[in-house]
């Protein structure tokens, strides 16, 4: 069981320029949510998909937007990139009716 | 915003001491959840505690919970240097699914 993996691993983008994040989750779960890490911080949720949709949200603003396809697999998209927006992408999956996440190791994303 | 907070922010050790951190939220929780982080990389899933139970453990760790505090503390028992990592306290609050994060403290364990 490869576990949740996350791609790429670092990442390095200028201002203004829009950014892809994927995530593939554990076999057999089927929710995936997005997570901030701001260095130093404690990781901030994004938002939470389940059946291609998105569930929950944070307190993030549109600029960042998200997908899930049908293989239960998740893309993260930031458009008009920040200096702000310099951190470490953390995904995580868990199984329906479970509450423990499976973290990924994340995507170091750098805005220069 | 951060709905924990841990204290202390930076533990220094020696091999075979104990390690204790705490763990304090604000609002009523549906259970409570303690992750390790080494260098910036993915958290990995220590322990979880639901909001009726007031201990648990999983060898060398030990969780409690004292929801009339609004407290939680993790023991790391006889510490050892692949302990050295930064450790999270997350909040379930039922309903939504999302985790909400302390800021951390980051354990030394020194040879």
């Known amino acids: 069981d490869a576990g949740v993996t996350q791609s790429p691993t670092h990442l390095i983008k200028t201002r203004g320029q829009q950014v892809t994040l994927r995530c593939s989750p554990k076999s057999g779960h089927d929710t995936v949510s997005w997570y901030q890490q701001a260095l130093g911080q404690g990781p901030q949720f994004i938002f939470q998909y389940y059946e291609e949709e998105e569930r929950q949200r944070g307190n993030f603003p549109d600029r960042f937007s998200g997908h899930q396809f049908p293989n239960y697999s998740s893309e993260l998209n930031v458009n008009a990139l920040l200096l702000g927006d310099s951190a470490l992408y953390l995904c995580?999956?868990?199984?329906?009716?479970?509450?423990?996440?499976?973290f990924g190791q994340g995507t170091r994303l750098t805005v220069v | 915003s951060q709905q924990g907070e841990e204290d202390p922010q930076a533990l220094s050790i020696q091999e075979g001491e104990n390690a204790t951190m705490n763990c304090s939220y604000k609002t009523s929780i549906n259970n409570l959840q303690w992750y390790r982080q080494n260098s910036g990389r993915g958290l990995v899933h220590l322990i979880l505690?639901?909001?009726?139970?007031r201990e648990k453990h999983s060898g060398r760790l030990r969780v409690t919970l004292d929801t009339s505090k609004k407290s939680s503390s993790l023991l790391i028992t006889a510490s050892r240097a692949a302990d050295t990592a930064s450790y999270f306290c997350?909040?379930?609050?039922?309903?939504?699914?999302?985790?909400?994060f302390g800021t951390g403290t980051q354990l030394k364990v020194e040879l």
């Open positions: 997350a909040t379930h609050l039922g309903g939504g699914n999302k985790l909400t």
């Open positions: 505690i639901r909001s009726n139970e």
């Open positions: 995580a999956s868990r199984g329906t009716g479970n509450t423990e996440a499976f």
